[in-house]
T-cell receptor, first 114, second 111 residues
Framework: GAGVSQSPSNKVTEKGKDVELRCDPI?????LYWYRQRLGQGLEFLIY????????KSGLPSDRFSAERTGESVSTLTIQRTQQEDSAVYLC????????????FGPGTRLTVT | SQKIEQNSEALNIQEGKTATLTCNYT??????LQWYRQDPGRGPVFLLL?????KEKRKERLKVTFDTTLKQSLFHITASQPADSATYLC??????????FGAGTRLFVKA
């Protein structure tokens, strides 16, 4: 079946604008993660959704970042008033359940803030 | 907080040799540990998962060990090939919902 998809693949925005990134997880996957990866660095955890439970937002770097998920489907990550330091690749992953299952990653959205 | 250390220096090896990558962690002992491969411009791809009660796990040319006393995992690729060149990431669950990823080690396999 289809893997995790993300859109847009690339986004260039001006400093101060809001952006919305979308993630479509694999059907049936109840867990969904967002990560940020700066150039040449590892993955930085942002937020985690599991079914209808309250999301774990502990990785969000500031209150300019927020994310939503509708049930067990699409998720959107919103960055308000973007700053140049927000430039990175934003990766979404889904897994069958929380805990010990492997994560399946999308191709990422490359965000450039000018 | 949980910290993961992977060798930040790239590993260069000759085709046919065994590549060994190291993942060290501090503090919390995870119930399981995962290894992923990441190619430039792409998302990570899951390779292997090993649980705390498993010493070793194999999959084709890949082998992972997990030493909870040393707080270390070793990732081996035997009979390495140029196509194995990529960044390899170690990831730990942290007891909550988070998975923490290491920064990865770049592997270059020369023909």
């Amino acid at each position: 079946g289809a893997g995790v998809s993300q859109s847009p693949s690339n986004k260039v925005t001006e400093k101060g604008k809001d952006v919305e990134l979308r993630c479509d997880p694999i059907s049936g996957h109840t867990a969904l993660y967002w990560y940020r990866q700066r150039l040449g660095q590892g993955l930085e955890f942002l937020i985690y959704f599991q079914g209808n439970s309250a999301p774990d937002k502990s990785g969000l770097p500031s209150d300019r970042f927020s994310a939503e998920r509708t049930g067990e489907s699409v998720s959107t990550l919103t960055i308000q008033r973007t700053q140049q330091e927000d430039s990175a690749v934003y990766l979404c992953a889904s897994s069958l359940a929380q805990g010990s299952y492997e994560q399946y990653f999308g191709p990422g959205t490359r965000l450039t803030v000018t | 907080s949980q910290k993961i250390e992977q060798n930040s220096e790239a590993l260069n090896i000759q085709e046919g040799k065994t590549a060994t990558l190291t993942c060290n962690y501090t503090n919390y002992s995870p119930a399981y540990l995962q290894w992923y491969r990441q190619d430039p411009g792409r998302g990570p791809v899951f390779l292997l998962l090993i649980r705390e009660n498993e010493k070793e796990k194999r999959k084709e040319r890949l082998k992972v060990t997990f030493d909870t006393t040393l707080k270390q995992s070793l990732f081996h690729i035997t009979a390495s090939q140029p196509a194995d060149s990529a960044t390899y990431l170690c990831a730990l669950e942290t007891g909550g919902f988070k998975t923490i990823f290491g920064a990865g080690t770049r592997l270059f396999v020369k023909a």
